[in-house]
């Protein structure tokens, strides 16, 4: 959702496909980028991102990744510099592919379920209608860090939205 934002706010569409990925490339603020939208399943997401940063060449602390984290409460957002996966699958195949944790990530809280539901099913599934609107604003929140990432650094965006 964030990508997709970021994508139609800056005239970036995600129009093209290679490795495995949609991507488009644009100026957000002031800064050229390249959005990526990784085409394959999450736990494999590492292969399209290594790939593509390697066509692209681009340095691991100039990649941004997005993702949701249930550890962190539902609609908040955290920032870190980098790090390790901290149990998230999609993480631990960027990590794999790329080599390193060392790439600064959003993380968007959707909570931990609550009762005995899996955690794939909650992650994965849908929306109810009132938690997407309570959730409705956080992608242009999210898409408001990226931007103040690309603009004034990471620590400056941790010292935002943290």
């Not at 539902?74 to 993480?91: D, E, F, M, Q």
Request: glycine letters at 12%; hydrophobic letters at 40%.
């Amino acid at each position: 959702m964030v990508i997709e934002r970021i994508a139609g706010a800056n005239h970036a569409p995600l129009s093209r496909n290679k490795f495995d990925a949609d991507f488009g490339r644009g100026c957000i603020e002031g800064v050229d980028a390249i959005l990526l939208r990784p085409m394959a399943y999450m736990n494999r997401s590492g292969w399209p991102i290594s790939r593509m940063a390697d066509f692209f060449q681009i340095p691991l602390d100039h990649l941004l990744v997005i993702h949701d984290d249930i550890d962190i409460g539902y609609g908040k957002i955290k920032i870190k510099a980098k790090g390790g996966h901290g149990g998230h699958n999609g993480l631990r195949s960027i990590i794999d592919a790329v080599g390193s944790g060392d790439f600064p990530r959003i993380r968007i809280g959707i909570g931990r379920p609550e009762g005995p539901i899996d955690v794939s099913s909650y992650v994965l599934g849908s929306f109810t209608a009132d938690e997407w609107r309570e959730f409705e604003p956080i992608p242009d929140k999210a898409a408001d860090a990226v931007k103040t990432i690309l603009r004034h650094g990471v620590n400056e965006g941790m010292n935002r939205f943290n």
